[in-house]
């Protein structure tokens, strides 16, 4: 779940609900909430379809989230340009990624789904290169794309060849995190600098969509045989703390210790993901996987390495994204 570029130079109001917690603690528990998100939407695969999860998640995000603009006295975006910008950025950064990941966690480990997360900072710079005017490609930056990319070879196996099923799973997990490099940019060039801050697009965002799911789940899958409380609280812990509680815990951070401290969570929250499935799941890894996984942290980190400096007070993107995700900048899960 990356946090790369800050979305507005609006001061965060949400900062005052977590001003007694230290920056540390606050880090920990970021990293511990996103990178359990992927155990959180295995175990939800139990007894929801996909586009279940994300729906089940989009509501439960929203609440806390509709809940902290009225505390803190906010209100949604207006005009029908901005909530149509908010419709599609919602579509890159939470329709389709949570619907993938669940998919692909269908077909393979939890803890393969947060590394294929941690792609997410290669998809947002190799976008950003492409439709954002002020970012130059530096050598550096090229550096961790290519070495990015070596990583993701290496959790691919390719020296087996074909993976089948998993490899399908692979590539679902691949192509939420390049909607979310696809999200990320869009939300800087349409969304950024319009007068609205972050807290008020993230409202706005898991509104939009979650009325997009709510439409479309109904169309595209059957009712639950059954739903055990196991799944219910898992799917209501992925969206009340995984979106919710994350949001204002990233905020926290960036106003303590800058955007640049704060993104380092994205390397992080991958360990969990795998400690996760392993020792909660029982999963079982290949040798190369967690190596491939190290190797893509070091090609983000390379990415990000010139990316935003800190500026006081000045937060993320939409956290809306994360990772599964993450914040709409951050590789969460």
């Given at each position: 779940?990356?946090?790369?570029?800050?979305l507005?130079n609006t001061r965060?109001?949400?900062?005052?609900?977590?001003?007694?917690?230290?920056?540390?603690?606050?880090?920990?528990?970021?990293?511990?909430?996103?990178g359990?998100?992927?155990?959180?939407i295995?175990i939800g695969?139990e007894a929801?379809?996909?586009?279940?999860?994300?729906?089940?998640r989009?509501a439960t995000?929203?609440l806390?989230?509709v809940a902290?603009l009225?505390?803190?006295?906010?209100?949604?975006?207006?005009?029908?340009?901005t909530?149509?910008?908010l419709?599609v950025?919602a579509?890159?950064?939470?329709?389709?990624?949570f619907?993938?990941?669940?998919?692909?966690e269908?077909?393979i480990?939890s803890?393969l789904?947060?590394?294929a997360?941690?792609?997410?900072?290669?998809?947002?710079?190799?976008?950003?290169?492409?439709v954002?005017?002020?970012?130059r490609?530096t050598g550096r930056?090229l550096a961790?794309?290519?070495v990015?990319?070596?990583g993701?070879?290496l959790?691919?196996?390719?020296?087996?060849?074909p993976?089948?099923?998993?490899?399908a799973?692979?590539?679902?997990?691949l192509?939420a995190?390049?909607?979310?490099?696809?999200?990320t940019?869009?939300?800087?060039?349409?969304?950024?600098?319009?007068?609205?801050?972050?807290?008020?697009?993230?409202a706005?965002?898991?509104?939009?969509?979650?009325?997009?799911?709510a439409?479309?789940?109904?169309?595209?899958?059957?009712?639950?045989?059954?739903l055990?409380?196991r799944?219910?609280?898992?799917?209501?812990?992925?969206?009340?703390l995984?979106t919710?509680?994350?949001?204002?815990l990233?905020?926290?951070?960036?106003?303590?210790?800058?955007?640049?401290?704060a993104?380092?969570?994205?390397?992080?929250?991958p360990?969990?993901?795998i400690a996760?499935?392993?020792?909660?799941?029982d999963?079982?890894?290949?040798?190369h996987?967690?190596?491939g996984?190290?190797?893509?942290i070091?090609?983000?980190?390379?990415?990000?390495?010139?990316?935003?400096?800190?500026?006081g007070g000045?937060?993320?993107a939409?956290?809306?994204s994360?990772?599964p995700d993450a914040?709409?900048?951050?590789?969460?899960?």
């Open positions: 779940m990356p946090v790369s570029e800050p507005s965060t109001r949400s900062a005052p609900l977590s001003r007694g917690l230290d920056w540390r603690l606050a880090f920990l528990l970021l990293s511990l909430i996103w359990s998100s992927f155990l959180l295995k695969t929801l379809a996909p586009a279940q999860i994300s729906l089940g989009m995000g929203a806390p989230m902290v009225l505390l803190t006295r906010g209100r949604l975006p207006r005009g029908v340009r909530w149509a910008h419709s950025a579509f890159f950064l939470n329709v389709v990624p619907t993938l990941f669940g998919y692909a269908q077909s480990p803890a789904a947060g590394i997360n941690a792609t997410t900072p290669l998809f947002t710079l190799a976008v950003s290169l492409v954002l005017s002020d970012e490609p930056r961790g794309l290519g990015g990319f070596i993701v070879l959790v691919f196996g390719v020296w087996s060849g993976a089948g099923a998993g490899g799973g692979m590539f679902m997990a192509g995190a390049l909607c979310y490099g696809i999200g940019p869009y939300l800087r060039r349409f969304l950024t600098g319009r007068g609205h801050g972050s807290l008020e697009l993230t706005g965002q898991l509104i939009s969509g979650t009325v997009q799911l439409v479309l789940t109904p169309l595209i899958t059957d009712a639950p045989e059954s055990p409380w799944v219910v609280l898992a799917v209501s812990a992925l969206g009340a995984g919710g509680l994350a949001y204002v990233m905020y926290r951070l960036v106003e303590r210790v800058g955007a640049t401290v993104t380092t969570v994205t390397y992080v929250a360990v969990v993901a996760a499935g392993v020792l909660i799941l999963e079982s890894l290949a040798w996987h967690p190596v996984a190290a190797v893509i070091v090609g983000a980190a390379l990415c990000q390495s010139s990316a935003a400096r800190p500026r000045t937060p993320p939409s956290a809306a994360a990772a914040p709409a900048q951050s590789s969460r899960s």
